[in-house]
């Protein structure tokens, strides 16, 4: 138990899974939980991350990647976790949390209910509970065109071709190299590339097919390293590439030997940039015509209140001419 400054006690939650099973509603009065960081990222405060995600005003689901999401959404949907329970890990570290189980969320609602073998007016109307109308149609318009099959294609590709389990998600190794060389500032090689997305936080590997896998790289490296020490025209990189194809494989060495990888990964970051540009801009458009309404709507107000004075004062007026008429009539 902690006391915190105005002598209220919370409780340090130091295992994650019982976020996924909270207090009862007199006890989260009562006690302000706490998570603490884990070292799976997708894991952390499962429960809400999952509430958040389902929520179809909050996170929509027509957005083609969670890159193309509003700022203003995943902040809000940060900021109803925070409500609940003080996290000790960064922001960043929860939206990529969020990030991934509202993909997570996209990708059930399509297997479960985009049916490939029916009509796109039936798929249009086979919309899922508690989801919104407008966004299930720009879901299904998008899976369903030739652009949304060729990005499923691709995907389906992608996940076929990884032999092995990485820490990386969707980004791809160029852009992983180039992140590297950055906070680094030194060339990431054909070797290091293979190690840095198959390796844990602790710096142990993913599993043991590629502890096996690492531990040939290196054999390959000190048998090539031998030969080069001797021949002052062996090529270092050259080395690395025919390490790396001989131990995996021409066609999985490939991804890890790419052309152009730091063109390819500033092309990516600019993308993804972009997108996130547009969604502010779209955001802030938005914004500004919601309040050019309201002040308008502010203006007719004053307007029709008045007229309203106006008509109040010209009957009170006339009603004291009839009174003066008649006062004179009398008379």
Not at 160 to 170: E, M, V
Request: hydrophobic share 35%.
């Amino acid at each position: 138990m902690v006391k915190t400054n105005n002598n209220m006690l919370r409780r340090r939650l130091r295992d994650l899974s019982i976020i996924q099973n909270p207090l009862n509603s007199e006890e989260t009065n009562i006690e302000q939980q706490t998570a603490i960081r884990s070292s799976n990222v997708p894991n952390i405060t499962d429960e809400p991350t999952e509430i958040q995600t389902r929520n179809a005003n909050l996170l929509p689901i027509n957005y083609k990647s969670w890159h193309h999401m509003p700022n203003s959404n995943k902040n809000q949907a940060l900021d109803n976790i925070k409500e609940r329970f003080t996290l000790e890990v960064l922001d960043n570290y929860v939206k990529k949390a969020l990030g991934k189980k509202w993909k997570d969320h996209k990708s059930t609602l399509k297997k479960e209910y985009f049916k490939k073998n029916i009509s796109l007016e039936k798929k249009l109307q086979n919309v899922p509970p508690r989801m919104l109308m407008y966004q299930w149609e720009d879901a299904v318009r998008f899976w369903n065109s030739k652009k949304g099959e060729d990005h499923e294609l691709v995907e389906t590709t992608s996940r076929q071709k990884q032999k092995f389990t990485h820490t990386t998600g969707s980004k791809s190794f160029a852009c992983v190299a180039d992140d590297k060389e950055l906070s680094s500032g030194q060339k990431v090689g054909h070797l290091q590339l293979f190690d840095i997305p198959h390796k844990k936080k602790d710096g142990s590997p993913m599993t043991i097919e590629v502890a096996e896998i690492m531990e040939k790289l290196k054999d390959k490296m000190a048998e090539y390293e031998a030969i080069a020490s001797s021949n002052s025209s062996v090529n270092l990189v050259d080395i690395d590439n025919r390490i790396i194809t001989e131990v995996l494989g021409p066609k999985s060495s490939q991804q890890y030997i790419p052309s152009v990888n730091q063109a390819q990964a500033k092309v990516q970051r600019l993308e993804d940039q972009m997108a996130q540009m547009q969604a502010s801009i779209v955001e802030q458009i938005a914004q500004l015509k919601a309040k050019e309404a309201s002040r308008e709507a502010k203006a007719q107000r004053k307007y029709d209140e008045l007229q309203l004075q106006l008509k109040a004062k010209a009957v009170a007026r006339e009603a004291e001419a009839r009174k003066y008429d008649e006062l004179q009539l009398q008379l």
